[in-house]
């Protein structure tokens, strides 16, 4: 199986948003739910938008109009699905991600990984 474009962080928030919300992504709930699992307000609505565009050429994510609706003026709203290929790098990610924490744990120590948890969350 060939490898996968990698993801960055950034890119993981927005991948991991939409697995959540599932037919309720789109952008402004994805900006919502990236902000929710970064602990970051200070997220732009338009960082949301070019990632979402990057990962949809890399086919990660598709996207289609929803019907116009009256809660939005007429105007209908972008949705956007996860598709196989981002949630094998989701994946890809989520295993390399446990990789680093187990060398960081057998560095730094089990103790550490503990308290630096306790002020993570």
Same mark, same amino acid.
């Given at each position: 199986?060939?490898?996968?474009?990698?993801?960055?962080?950034?890119?993981?928030?927005?991948?991991?948003?939409?697995?959540?919300?599932?037919?309720? =992504?789109?952008?402004?709930?994805?900006?919502?739910?990236?902000?929710?699992?970064?602990?970051?307000?200070?997220?732009?609505?338009?960082a949301i938008y070019v990632t979402l565009d990057r990962l949809e050429d890399k086919g990660?994510?598709?996207?289609?109009?929803?019907?116009?609706?009256?809660?939005?003026?007429?105007? =209908?709203?972008?949705?956007?699905?996860l598709e196989a290929l981002g949630e094998r790098a989701l994946q890809e990610s989520a295993?390399?991600?446990?990789?680093?924490?187990?060398?960081?744990?057998?560095?730094?120590?089990?103790?550490?990984?503990?308290?630096?948890?306790?002020?993570?969350?």
């Open positions: 199986m060939p490898k996968l474009d990698s993801v960055g962080q950034f890119e993981q928030l927005v991948l991991t948003a939409i697995l959540s919300l599932h037919e309720e =992504a789109y952008g402004v709930s994805i900006h919502s739910k990236v902000q929710e699992l970064s602990g970051s307000k200070a997220i732009s609505l338009g990660f994510v598709t996207s289609w109009l929803s019907d116009p609706t009256p809660e939005r003026g007429g105007r =209908a709203k972008r949705c956007y699905r295993a390399t991600a446990k990789r680093v924490w187990k060398e960081v744990t057998q560095v730094w120590g089990k103790e550490w990984v503990k308290q630096w948890g306790k002020h993570a969350g």
